[in-house]
């Protein structure tokens, strides 16, 4: 099992930055895939980015590339979204998962990220 949890959600301007954390223990980090997922008021859960376990291959939803970077730590079993050109649209709870054979298993509770215009 894995626990995951995500940290530095918060308030910022439209065009501002912030950078995810997602810290995780149990089971070997590295032995997962990885993914960040939103979900804004009112719609459903939305893939965000994926890295794989080496950190070598990402990919993006076409409404945050350019703007967003995934990557992570293996050292320090830890996964990162970095957040430039932030947008109101991009306002919601942030939650990452770890990934096996296309599966998304276990799940963090979630950081949330409001961006004002």
């Known amino acids: 099992q894995v626990q995951l949890v995500e940290s530095g959600g918060g308030l910022v301007q439209a065009g501002g930055s912030l950078r995810l954390s997602c810290a995780a223990s149990g089971r070997a980090f590295s032995s997962y895939g990885m993914g960040w997922f939103r979900q804004a008021p009112g719609k459903e859960r939305e893939f965000v980015a994926r890295i794989s376990r080496s950190g070598s291959i990402k990919y993006y939803a076409d409404s945050v590339k350019g703007r967003f970077t995934i990557s992570r730590d293996n050292a320090k079993n830890t996964l990162y979204l970095r957040m430039n050109s932030l947008k109101p649209e991009d306002t919601g709870v942030y939650y990452c998962?770890?990934?096996?054979?296309?599966?998304?298993?276990?799940w963090g509770q979630g950081t949330q990220v409001t961006v004002s215009s």
């Open positions: 998962a770890t990934r096996v054979d296309s599966t998304y298993e276990y």
